[in-house]
């Protein structure tokens, strides 16, 4: 059924959308507005009178500003805009892979992420991103993860952060668990005796990720429930650091904690 009404305005118009966003940072003429868009009068004029006649915009002495509802409009109508531009900047990515153990709630928030970018790796290098994202913790104070793939490397590279004083959490699935323990007791008795590393178990997750104070970095199963180890989601701002955070959180109260082995 086609949108009538405030809907359609705003919708069959990326104009007037962007106008709206416009005037929300101050008043502006109508020679404003022509500059800032590049157009003719004949071009802007009805898109203006169709927001005046909806209360979006009015026009004082010559001058164009957001009305209240313009302004309550846009504050639930910006985090709309900014989750479609989340889902679209990197529609592969979220079309292809499983979604389900993410929670709900952080799937509502998933504009959060908005700057974050897909790191993908070719065939022959299949673990560069993991090298990538071992790379930036080497600057990071804390670090946060969740793991249901084993990575021949880790043991090692977790050692290290524990010898470097970096505050470290990780839950790992009972399979990644059993097999750490197999082959690489020593280390992980080494990581458990540190003052600060935390070890938790989880049954099972469908999902991989590491946060800390710098980064954000998500891999994820694809919809046929196979580990994809070639693309990594990964951010640096404050919104995707909190979002990694929220998700650890998350999966933290839903695991054991391990003391000893």
């Not at 946060?144 to 470097?164: A, Q």
């Not at 004083?165 to 009972?174: D, G, H, K, M, W």
């Not at 694809?222 to 959180?249: C, Q, T």
Request: aromatic residues 12%.
């Amino acid at each position: 059924m086609r949108s009538k009404g405030l809907l359609s305005i705003l919708t069959y118009s990326e104009k007037r959308k962007d106008i709206l966003f416009l005037l929300a940072d101050g008043p502006r003429t109508l020679s404003d507005i022509k500059e800032y868009f590049k157009v003719s009068s004949p071009e802007i004029f009805p898109r203006l009178k169709e927001m005046e006649s909806s209360n979006m915009i009015s026009k004082d002495d010559k001058i164009y500003s957001i009305t209240p509802i313009g302004k309550a409009i846009l504050k639930h109508y910006t985090p709309f805009l900014d989750i479609l531009s989340t889902i679209e900047k990197n529609e592969t990515f979220w079309k292809e892979h499983m979604l389900d153990d993410i929670p709900e709630t952080l799937l509502e928030n998933l504009s959060d992420l908005l700057d974050c970018e897909v790191v993908a790796d070719s065939i022959e290098n299949i673990y560069e991103s993991h090298k990538l994202f071992k790379e930036n913790i080497g600057k990071s104070s804390v670090l946060k993860g969740v793991s249901s793939i084993f990575i021949p490397s880790y043991p090692d590279f977790f050692v290290e952060l524990v010898n470097n004083n970096v505050r470290t959490s990780l839950i790992l699935t009972e399979n990644v668990f059993f097999k750490v323990v197999t082959e690489h007791r020593e280390k992980i008795e080494i990581y458990l005796n540190s003052p600060d590393s935390e070890l938790y178990i989880i049954e099972d997750v469908r999902l991989a990720f590491v946060v800390t104070d710098q980064f954000f970095s998500m891999s994820l199963f694809f919809s046929n429930g196979s580990y994809d180890p070639r693309h990594d989601m990964v951010g640096h701002d404050a919104s995707a650091i909190k979002w990694g955070n929220d998700l650890f959180e998350h999966y933290r109260k839903l695991s054991r904690r391990v003391t000893s082995i």
